[in-house]
């Protein structure tokens, strides 16, 4: 029996350049415990809806994340529009959908690219980052934005995307998807990346379950949890089957990253296609006056915003919870047990957004 | 399972040209709804701080005493929320950005130059007469 050492991992920089701090318990050069600490870039976002408006809190509540900031967005609306019974025009739900579905193909190619930097291969990387600039294009060119897209608003959106701009970009889809199947092939089937990634950072259905895993942590581990099969924004009108993986290791995590690629570029056609005409925002009357939990599916899972008003024009309360804090309890269980030298991928296997889960 | 599937990537990546612009020799991508910076028509701005309440930052400033428009570009985090906002449409979002910049320059300030027009003197009213002649 070898003597316990401790060795931290983080908080400046562990494997992705945001602040998490992990405490190794070693045998050896194996793990027998992980110990997380968090709390190193709390900003206190929430607090600020007291300040501001509620219009303008969409701003901020945009900017609690910088990869998924559309969909941070679109929740609070969504909340706040339930509080005050909007009902938002039919086509401004489709052009959140195309953007969310963007958000999330950029969101997966930027993980994609650390992934395989964490794994060692750095053309990859390069390879998987350049696909991702077609998407940033094509949100600069729609939004004005690149990264915070700044197009939700309570009542609808912001911008309109004109139909023959729809039709262009469900052609430049075409080439895009070429390309994308040419790097989906190397995460798929390349020998390095699958004697790095397969059977490490294993979780089982029954932890994934218990642990309240989200997002492609809980479907690769075989629970097919989806929320957007809860037909918020206009997913209920679309096709589309949640892609889940059974073998719960990183190469899972992986493959089901990959393969919801496609799934949101199909999304996107199908949503370019049925998109009606018609207004895109309503003005919203008064002030929200009661609570609402809203929730949607982020590219890393399960994304909550809780919202409360009192008949003012600031609301009271603001509550957002992250996919990230609910993949940290499945985190310490997969870290357990593995080698030293897996951690990095593993840390990164459940996509963590450090800057998202603290606020 | 494979050894060469990055070959075909590595090939193209290497007879095609740069993905990337030589920036600066090159100018930057932009498009036309680009959010760079906030600028303003000093000759048309009637200081009534919308932007300045509608701020999430706070990052502009208004002194209608001193005919002040003033922007923190720091602070500002090109939202578009000013110029969405403004009743005369004397802000605009131009397409590049701040250039970057290692000490704060301040905070830039603009002085308004609109002079507001004289109303033309009221008509005595003489209009009576008008009213009158309008079908009951």
């Known amino acids: ?359 | 399972m494979g050894y060469f599937e990055m070959v075909k990537i590595a090939i193209l990546t290497t007879l095609r040209s740069p993905a990337t612009r030589r920036y600066p020799a090159a100018a930057a991508k932009c498009t036309p709804i680009s959010r760079g910076r906030v600028t303003i028509d000093p000759a048309r701005c009637i200081s009534c701080g919308m932007c300045m309440k509608k701020c999430p930052t706070d990052a502009i400033c208004v002194v209608k005493d001193e005919k002040t428009w003033s922007i923190d570009r720091l602070k500002c985090v090109v939202c578009n929320c000013c110029v969405e906002q403004c009743p005369v449409h004397c802000l605009t979002m131009e397409t590049g950005y701040t250039p970057s910049m290692t000490v704060h320059e301040g905070v830039e300030v603009i002085q308004i130059t609109y002079v507001k027009p004289e109303r033309p003197p009221r008509k005595e009213p003489d209009s009576k007469a008008d009213s009158g002649t309008q079908p009951e």
């Open chain 1, 1 to 359: 029996m070898s003597k316990k050492i401790i060795v931290p991992f983080g908080p400046q920089h562990p494997v992705l350049p945001e602040p998490i701090h992990v405490d190794l318990v070693l045998e050896d050069e194996r793990v027998v415990e992980a110990i997380p600490s968090i709390g190193y870039i709390h900003r206190g976002l929430e607090t600020l809806v007291a300040k501001r408006e509620y219009p303008e809190y969409v701003y901020i509540a945009e900017r609690t994340c910088g990869i998924c900031s559309f969909i941070h967005g679109m929740t609070y609306c969504q909340a706040v529009e339930q509080v005050m019974d909007i009902e938002v025009p039919e086509r401004a739900l489709y052009l959140r959908t195309i953007w969310s579905e963007y958000s999330r193909l950029h969101s997966h190619l930027l993980w994609l690219g650390l992934f395989a930097d964490a794994v060692g291969f750095e053309n990859l990387f390069m390879a998987s980052w350049k696909a991702r600039e077609f998407v940033l294009d094509v949100l600069e060119e729609t939004t004005g934005g690149r990264v915070i897209q700044g197009s939700c608003k309570v009542g609808g959106v912001r911008r309109d995307i004109p139909g023959k701009t729809l039709e262009r970009m469900a052609r430049d889809l075409d080439v895009f998807e070429r390309e994308l199947k040419d790097i989906a092939g190397v995460f798929l089937n390349d020998e390095s990346i699958i004697g790095r990634t397969r059977g490490v950072g294993v979780l089982s259905r029954d932890d994934a379950y218990y642990l309240g895993a989200m997002g492609p942590t809980a479907r690769g581990s075989g629970v097919g949890i989806d929320l957007r099969k809860t037909g918020y924004a206009a997913y209920g009108k679309l096709q589309f089957k949640p892609v889940v993986e059974t073998g719960g290791d990183c190469y899972s995590r992986c493959a089901v990253r990959v393969k919801e690629l496609f799934t949101s570029i199909d999304l996107i056609r199908q949503a370019a296609a049925k998109i009606p005409e018609g207004e895109i925002e309503v003005k919203p009357k008064g002030n929200p006056d009661g609570e609402y939990f809203s929730r949607a599916e982020q590219p890393r899972g399960e994304l909550v915003h809780y919202v409360k008003g009192d008949g003012s024009k600031h609301l009271v309360r603001s509550r957002i919870r992250t996919p990230t804090l609910t993949n940290l309890p499945p985190l310490v269980k997969m870290l357990a047990g593995c080698e030293l030298a897996d951690v990095p991928v593993i840390v990164l296997s459940i996509d963590p957004c450090i800057g998202c889960m603290e606020r």
